[in-house]
């Protein structure tokens, strides 16, 4: 991962050094060692990366690539290279170097805008086409690398930080206030805004175009599969070609030598990538190592997963780099981490991250693998039960009822009922309810110390950002939510983000497009049916993983819950206690000092899990605000000097 930046004038000034090096200075995080800058008249990229990123199996040892009509910048890590190196043969393309900014080039020659459809990685990019005078930017579909952009009249900024696109003397600063309140509430998020007013993000899976006097202009490039064409292939040929995929998955992620580091759980997603990648180098009788990391829980403890964990590691003969949930702070320095964030953003476990990766450069390792993709593409929830009332299959609901998890009405009413209610009958229970409202399925709750003023507004955009439905069963609309929903691609972003300021780079396996397109027609039997979920993925890993560790649970297991409720219950409200007066989203207008007080002591009297995410949010957002306030107080300073290497261009 890398710090990239673009800045086009598209007129024939120069563009100043020092302009430059202010706007590569909030994105020292993201490559503290090398610093290059292209530049010419009216234009100028950029890029920053730390050492050990100029590795072969990362972005290269090339920061910007200059081949005379195109210029790159790429925060890059591709995979099936041979692929598309045959691809560009086909097409008689000629690639200029090994990099994968190299590669993307050559993609862009072959095919244009659409070159995204032939680039698999993670991947955020800014293209300067100096024929057409054309800037082209883009992100990979699952998000884990950021860009932002500001389209300023006379400049356009593109850059990896927000940070660094409103350091620019034409941009505003001014703060969006219904994204910072969304954030704020733990709500839904849209795609293409950022706290700032003038600076917006490129959302994943989308592309931007710029020419001289015609505005940016936005496109997607990736869309989730139809997941109710349905799949022809019997389940053992699925699980068959899914484990074949996973292994090459795997295999194309691991670092090119040495070791790589997987963070392991228990359950069904990080071990199937495990379980995969050890297959993978013993059929390849390949030299390098994938080690395992892994939290332990104490006994009793409903996060614990040891056993399960152990037996997997057993199999592989492999030990486990263990690390003690007890060691872990839940709360670790929130003002001094909100200052450093770029965004507002805070991940509920920032710390168990930080902690994993910590343990993962202890092993030697700059390459992670984790289970990311595996509940959105192989797991379900229980919105399948109101498909089945929905469409008077009264017998099979009943039976999957009781198949499944104990409860009463409100759990019936939550996943049968609630999921294939429309708006309108949804507003009517609202109305009958005194006003109360009812929430529909997938719907956030709103806190009630949000600003009245805003609740309105904060509805009407939750609508927004809220994939729409498109006459989708209720399980089928799941599985497209989770694959749609901005605030899933964002968290990527954040989270890879985590494990760069630890020194690695976090890929998914499982988030791989080929898998993508392998799971999403796949029947809904597969991913939950009562108690069992999972079965396609857990049948891929026959041979591979232990069978009590494939064999069906009667309970789930993973919950972490406890971590973050003790910490809430003896941190937050001294945490909180300094908002009574003072708070920054109050003098903005966002939320209300007195409701919110209330509604700290009433969680720590009753508990209630929307509540505490939410104060969580509220917390975290303040930080970082009050961070950015105190910093606009400040006196200006002189921007540190990176050591830029510039090439000009006449």
Request: proline share 7%; with cysteine; net charge neutral.
């Amino acid at each position: 991962m890398s710090g990239i930046l673009g800045v086009f004038t598209f007129d024939q000034r120069p563009l100043d050094a020092r302009l430059l090096r202010g706007l590569l200075d909030p994105m020292r995080a993201r490559g503290p060692d090398q610093c290059a800058t292209w530049r010419a008249p009216g234009v100028a990229l950029a890029a920053r990366r730390h050492e050990w990123e100029r590795a072969d199996g990362c972005s290269g040892d090339v920061l910007v690539v200059d081949e005379s009509d195109l210029v790159i910048a790429a925060d890059a890590s591709l995979y099936y290279r041979k692929d598309l190196r045959d691809d560009l043969a086909a097409q008689d393309v000629r690639i200029g170097g090994t990099t994968p900014s190299h590669l993307i080039l050559a993609a862009y020659r072959a095919w244009g805008e659409r070159c995204t459809e032939h680039l698999e990685g993670d991947y955020a990019f800014i293209i300067w086409d100096r024929e057409q005078r054309r800037v082209f930017c883009s992100r990979d579909f699952a998000g884990s690398r950021p860009l932002f952009y500001a389209d300023l009249g006379r400049a356009l900024v593109v850059a990896s930080t927000q940070s660094s696109v409103v350091a620019h003397p034409d941009c505003p600063d001014d703060f969006n206030l219904p994204f910072l309140a969304e954030v704020a509430a733990g709500l839904w998020l849209p795609a293409d805004e950022t706290a700032y007013q003038a600076v917006s993000a490129i959302p994943a899976g989308s592309s931007l175009v710029k020419q001289a006097g015609i505005g940016a202009r936005l496109k997607r490039h990736w869309y989730p599969p139809d997941d109710e064409s349905g799949s022809e292939r019997p389940f053992e040929e699925a699980a068959l070609e899914l484990r074949e995929l996973l292994c090459s998955a795997v295999d194309e992620r691991m670092a090119p030598r040495g070791v790589t580091s997987v963070w392991l759980s228990g359950g069904r997603d990080s071990p199937a990538v495990f379980g995969a990648g050890q297959h993978a180098l013993r059929a390849r009788r390949s030299e390098r190592e994938l080690r395992p990391v892994s939290i332990s829980y104490p006994v009793g403890d409903p996060g614990r997963e040891d056993e399960l964990i152990a037996a997997i590691a057993d199999s592989w003969s492999t030990p486990v780099d263990w690390l003690d949930i007890r060691g872990i702070p839940f709360f670790d320095r929130p003002a001094e981490r909100a200052a450093g964030r770029d965004e507002p953003y805070e991940p509920l476990y920032e710390t168990l991250h930080r902690a994993l990766a910590q343990a993962s450069r202890a092993q030697g390792a700059h390459v992670v693998l984790d289970g990311w993709g595996g509940d959105q593409l192989f797991g379900a929830d229980r919105s399948y039960l109101a498909d089945l009332l929905r469409t008077g299959r009264w017998t099979t609901l009943i039976r999957e009822w009781r198949a499944g998890p104990s409860g009463g009405l409100r759990d019936f009413l939550r996943w049968a009922v609630k999921p294939a209610l429309p708006p309108l009958a949804l507003r009517a229970a609202t109305r009958l309810r005194g006003g109360r409202r009812l929430h529909g399925h997938l719907e956030r709750w709103m806190p009630a110390w949000m600003d009245s003023r805003l609740v309105g507004i904060l509805a009407e955009r939750q609508r927004r950002h809220t994939p729409p439905r498109q006459g989708k069963s209720c399980a089928s609309y799941g599985f497209h939510f989770y694959l749609s929903a901005a605030l899933f691609s964002r968290v990527r972003g954040w989270l890879t983000a985590l494990g760069l300021d630890e020194g690695v780079e976090v890929r998914s396996p499982l988030f791989d497009q080929r898998i993508v397109k392998l799971a999403a027609p796949r029947p809904h039997w597969e991913r939950r049916t009562g108690r069992d979920t999972k079965r396609l993925l857990r049948r891929a890993m026959r041979g591979l993983l232990p069978e009590q560790v494939l064999a069906p649970r009667p309970f789930p297991t993973g919950h972490i819950v406890n971590h973050f409720v003790t910490a809430m219950r003896e941190r937050c409200p001294a945490l909180l206690r300094g908002m009574r007066e003072g708070s920054a989203l109050a003098e903005l207008g966002v939320i209300q000092p007195d409701e919110l007080e209330r509604s700290c002591r009433a969680y720590l009297r009753h508990g209630d899990d929307d509540v505490a995410q939410a104060l969580f949010a509220t917390l975290h957002t303040e930080l970082w605000l009050r961070a950015r306030l105190r910093s606009r107080a400040a006196l200006p300073t002189a921007p540190t000097a990176p050591a830029v290497v510039t090439g000009a261009v006449p």
